[in-house]
């Protein structure tokens, strides 16, 4: 009851019209920044707060307007994804698996609606569970030390050989590289530079998102000069535009169980929306009866990780507002934002500003209903945009990474960092090695080297610390299962099904 | 970050004037961090006291952990008459440690601090150690029994706080100290809470939150006086063990300038720092009076890296 009253509070202070037009501004630029490659979500807020701090907003309406580009950002990433196979922002990686080659089948436009519902049901459920478990999932992050962390960072990495590619060893070879340009950097255990040939921009290590978009985008412009434009990735199929409804309740289950997952890893700090997606792929991978039809374009493969990403967008608030933690890049510019309010997120927020609390996930709710509106809709739209003649797109594509990169750090190195990663994006499709857990390695490399090096300080050098709780075991026993069991699987399953090669299809 | 802003403020928006060449103020993080913070509240100070004809222009220069604000001043703008930059301990602590690439605190001039966070040390709420000679027993005793947790890196400022209070009580092996370095304050109180790590390190500001909470127990203050707001928690000196370890927060300009646009510098700032405004921010935002200007602030930045050094040469961080 005292729910849905502070509820009733916090939507009295989110729905005036001055908000709302903020709010559909915000949804609107967010879903726009997810869109561009290059510019994610927390580049977005992180543009988006000097702006909201000139236009003189006070905190609740720089909060409606920021997390409405938080939630924009996280819809409007996928979108890219499927008719580009170019993921917006880093949790949308996971959706260019099916939601691609969906496109290339002329389901662009069903993917995008399904992708769409999939990101609402997400966010939706995820700002309940918000709601109503906020203060009592606060203390499961006092349950993850440095061991359950490196554990839980394990199963991702012993999951991924599954992921894509038909070759485990590729993928494995794959995360190995990812790992390494991880260790490029600051080690933080030593406080020494490593791999960084006193050059200072190599400090902060690589960021993943030049990663991603040289990896992603300027792979492909090297593609499209490969074939003059023929075989190129851009150019989708446009079907008619209906709503799907046998398709969206054939992957109610997949938004469903993607929703749990997600909100449980964006929960943990330091996991985040990445790791959300993920997970609810290899998930629903895993229990699918029609595993071969994954990275095909079967839509539960789109379903899933966006309703991962969203429900994990919305998790990894609870940490950041009870703990002041934040779980993912974009929480924690979001943090930052807060600080500069003069609003400390910590276990007394809830108490001493449940206005600012209740208005903020009053205003998320609203954000996400306008995203629906905008985005299914709409979606005819952002099919045209992205369906102009490659020719027209590819250098925008192409200038748009430019910019997005440059303003992350405004120096050119980084610039030549996006190429090089084009370059190896470009001879790794050649050598059919996924691109996937390569990101995913320089995404979580550098906190799973952390904890384990934390654990062995703890620890004074001590393995066995690192199953030292049952939370610590699960985890590894779920890690090695979902490493060894493929394998056995395999063999149970009469003959190894040969890998059919489909060459409209690529295999990341 | 700059032409980006603008870009972005004048495309979605069109009511966002650009200042006209004015003031500028580098924060060398991305916006919202200390830097940033520090950049805004002084710009936003100094135009409201008519110090400065325009708006003050916050450029956010990130990389390195300062390094490449640092290294660009030193190089490209060292004559520059109308920018100022924002600096804090870790500024210090990271030119002690020669972390940007050859650059030395000699390379620009230090204007002023004009605040600062206290250092606290914590403890879980059901920790044995009742006050900080508990601690320091415990660690004198055996340093792998207690572990601490902070919110920077190695070698980073949080841990120097634990290494320089040690080192105050005089204890030998700094070496030994385990020390587990998170991202943030709040991360290292969770791993404290959580019980993975025996005491916690950080900036009172950002800890304030979890000692009203009771998940956490304050047994010291690393500054001269008791902290406003906590006026039950002794400070180190009181226990005798004579370490201050504030985070302060000031700004440097390129070393080029002219004398008297030195001295503009300082008068600006300091009357920043006496402004009832600035009062307020500090007042919000935790923060303790910490002024030190001038000359005065040159040699304190000096003491400081020489200090640094010294720790960081013990524990075999630099040569």
């Not at chain 1, 499209?224 to 409804?245: M, N, Q, R, T, Y």
Request: aromatic fraction near 8%; glycine fraction near 12%.
């Amino acid at each position: 009851m005292e729910t849905l009253s502070n509820l009733a509070m916090g939507f009295s202070t989110a729905l005036t019209f001055y908000t709302l037009i903020l709010a559909i501004i915000g949804c609107f630029v967010g879903t726009i920044i997810g869109a561009l490659p290059g510019l994610g979500p927390s580049n977005g807020v992180a543009l988006l707060i000097p702006i909201s701090f000139s236009m003189g907003l006070d905190a609740i309406s720089a909060l409606v307007l920021l997390t409405s580009v938080y939630y924009g950002a996280m819809y409007g990433g996928r979108i890219s994804s499927i008719l580009l196979n170019i993921p917006g922002d880093e949790p949308a990686m996971m959706t260019t698996l099916d939601g691609y080659p969906m496109a290339r089948q002329g389901k662009a436009a069903e993917a995008l609606v399904v992708s769409g519902v999939a990101s609402f049901v997400g966010a939706l459920l995820a700002t309940i569970g918000l709601m109503i478990f906020a203060p009592y999932l606060a203390r499961v992050a006092y349950q993850f030390g440095p061991a359950e962390y490196f554990a839980l960072y394990m199963l991702a990495f012993c999951t991924l050989g599954g992921i894509g590619s038909s070759n485990q060893a590729k993928a494995a070879m794959a995360a190995a590289i990812g790992l390494g340009i991880a260790m490029i950097g600051l080690d933080k255990t030593t406080g020494m530079p490593r791999f960084t040939f006193g050059e200072l921009h190599l400090m902060d290590g690589v960021d993943f998102l030049v990663a991603i978009v040289g990896l992603f985008a300027v792979a492909e412009v090297f593609f499209f000069i490969e074939s003059h434009g023929k075989d190129s990735a851009i150019g989708v199929k446009l079907g008619k535009i209906l709503v799907p409804w046998k398709m969206l309740r054939q992957t109610t289950g997949a938004m469903l169980r993607g929703t749990g997952i997600g909100f449980v890893a964006g929960v943990l700090p330091g996991a985040g929306a990445s790791l959300g997606s993920f997970l609810a792929y290899m998930g629903e991978k895993s229990i699918a009866k029609d595993k071969s039809t994954f990275g095909k374009g079967n839509p539960k493969g789109v379903a899933a990780p966006e309703a991962g990403n969203n429900a994990a967008a919305g998790g990894a608030l609870v940490p950041m507002l009870t703990l002041g933690v934040p779980g993912s890049g974009t929480t924690a510019v979001l943090l930052a934002l807060l600080l500069t309010l003069n609003i400390t997120p910590g276990p007394l927020l809830f108490a001493e500003r449940p206005e600012v609390v209740w208005s903020l996930i009053a205003s998320l709710l609203v954000a996400n209903v306008v995203l629906l509106l905008m985005n299914v809709p709409m979606v005819k739209i952002f099919v045209k945009i992205l369906s102009v003649p490659a020719w027209v797109l590819l250098p925008g594509v192409t200038m748009i990474a430019f910019v997005g990169i440059y303003s992350l750090t405004g120096s050119s190195f980084d610039m030549l960092m996006m190429v090089g990663f084009g370059v190896l994006g470009y001879v790794m499709r050649k050598l059919n090695i996924p691109t996937v857990p390569v990101i995913l390695g320089i995404l979580l490399g550098n906190a799973m080297e952390d904890n384990l090096r934390r654990a062995m300080v703890l620890s004074n050098g001590d393995f066995w610390y690192l199953l030292s709780s049952p939370i610590a075991v699960g985890l590894w026993i779920a890690a090695i299962l979902g490493f060894v069991a493929p394998i056995f699987l395999r063999r149970l399953l009469k003959k190894p099904p040969v890998p059919t090669h489909d060459p409209s299809l690529n295999e990341d | 970050m700059k032409q980006w802003t603008r870009a972005a403020a004048a495309a979605l928006l069109m009511t966002v004037a650009v200042p006209a060449t004015a003031a500028e103020c580098i924060a060398p993080a991305n916006p919202g961090g200390g830097w940033d913070f520090t950049c805004r509240q002084i710009g936003r100070i100094m135009t409201e006291l008519g110090l400065v004809p325009n708006m003050v222009q916050v450029t956010n220069l990130a990389g390195a952990g300062g390094g490449v604000a640092y290294t660009q001043v030193v190089s490209n703008r060292s004559e520059d008459p109308e920018v100022f930059v924002a600096a804090s301990s870790s500024t210090t602590t990271r030119l002690a440690q020669n972390a940007f690439a050859g650059a030395t605190a000699d390379e620009v001039r230090w204007v002023g601090s004009i605040g600062g966070d206290p250092g606290v040390i914590v403890v879980a709420q059901d920790s044995p150690y009742q006050n900080l000679t508990d601690l320091v027993e415990a660690v004198k005793a055996d340093p792998s029994s207690v572990a601490f947790a902070g919110g920077s890196a190695v070698g980073g400022f949080d841990h120097l706080k634990v290494l320089r209070m040690l080192d105050a009580s005089g204890f030998e092996d700094l070496r030994q100290v385990k020390y587990i370095g998170l991202d943030g304050g709040a991360d290292a109180i969770t791993q404290t809470v959580g019980g993975f790590a025996q005491a916690m390190t950080g900036d009172l500001s950002e800890i304030t939150g979890f000692i009203k909470s009771g998940d956490v127990r304050p047994i010291a203050v690393l500054s001269e006086e008791r902290a406003e707001g906590f006026e039950d928690v002794p400070t180190a000196k009181e226990q005798g063990i004579d370490t201050v370890s504030m985070n302060w927060r000031g700004i440097y300009v390129p070393k080029d300038i002219s004398d008297e646009r030195y001295q503009e510098w300082v008068d600006m700032l300091q009357q920043v720092g006496e402004s009832e405004e600035w009062q307020q921010v500090m007042t919000e935002n935790g923060l303790e009076p910490y002024s030190v200007f001038g000359e005065d602030f040159q040699t304190f930045v000096n003491e400081d890296i020489a200090e640094t050094q010294e720790i960081s040469r013990e524990i075999g961080l630099i040569q």
